[in-house]
């Protein structure tokens, strides 16, 4: 593997959790919240910097992980959709020269691990594949690698479109990883307490 700073991470965090009806980033997830849960994973991976991007509740989510060594984005137009928020951490990311890649995470998948955010950094430089992405349920999504190459394509993306759209667009392109357990994320009171149990 090439040099481990060559990767960054964007955390997409800046949903209002409507269907939860309280920030979703702030649940209590093996004893601290879900986005801290996160952060500490991407932290503890490869990957450098950790990009997060906030949006709706950001002044109250943002007292939460102030204290961590990650970058925080604010999306102001986070109510157009995720493509704002991967647009904010991607033009964040693409002003570092080394940077040959980015992988989108969400707050919301609690199974998210170091080692699957390693095995998508090994498998982008072993593979030379422009796009790796996390494999579940017969379905390709994030966690997700996109080479800098590919930057251009998520900083067009339309701000209600998620990164699925470029992975599928380019699907002959992209490399998988298994990530089974990716297929649960966490959007009703009912998921949040069958994850408790």
């Not at 997409?12 to 979703?24: C, F, H, Q």
């Not at 500490?40 to 943002?62: D, F, H, M, T, Y």
């Not at 040959?100 to 982008?124: M, R």
């Not at 002959?172 to 990716?182: A, I, P, W, Y």
Request: with cysteine; glycine share 8%; proline share 4%.
């Amino acid at each position: 593997m090439k040099s481990l700073q060559q990767v960054g991470i964007v955390i997409l965090a800046a949903g209002a959790s409507t269907r939860m009806g309280t920030p979703k980033q702030l649940l209590n997830f093996q004893g601290r919240s879900f986005l801290r849960h996160t952060i500490e994973i991407a932290l503890a991976s490869v990957c450098k910097p950790v990009i997060v991007v906030l949006g709706a509740n950001a002044s109250q989510i943002r007292n939460e992980i102030s204290e961590l060594p990650v970058v925080i984005v604010e999306n102001h137009n986070w109510r157009q959709g995720m493509g704002g928020s991967i647009q904010a951490g991607i033009k964040t990311l693409e002003h570092n020269s080394n940077i040959d890649g980015a992988i989108l995470l969400l707050c919301d998948q609690p199974f998210i691990s170091v080692d699957i955010i390693n095995q998508l950094v090994e498998a982008f430089y072993t593979t030379g594949k422009p796009i790796i992405a996390s494999e579940y349920k017969h379905t390709l999504g994030v966690p997700a690698l996109f080479s800098r190459q590919i930057f251009p394509e998520l900083m067009n993306l339309n701000t209600a479109s998620g990164a699925k759209q470029v992975i599928q667009k380019y699907n002959k392109l992209v490399h998988t990883v298994s990530f089974e357990l990716g297929a649960i994320d966490i959007d009703t009171p009912e998921e949040y307490e069958q994850l408790n149990i």
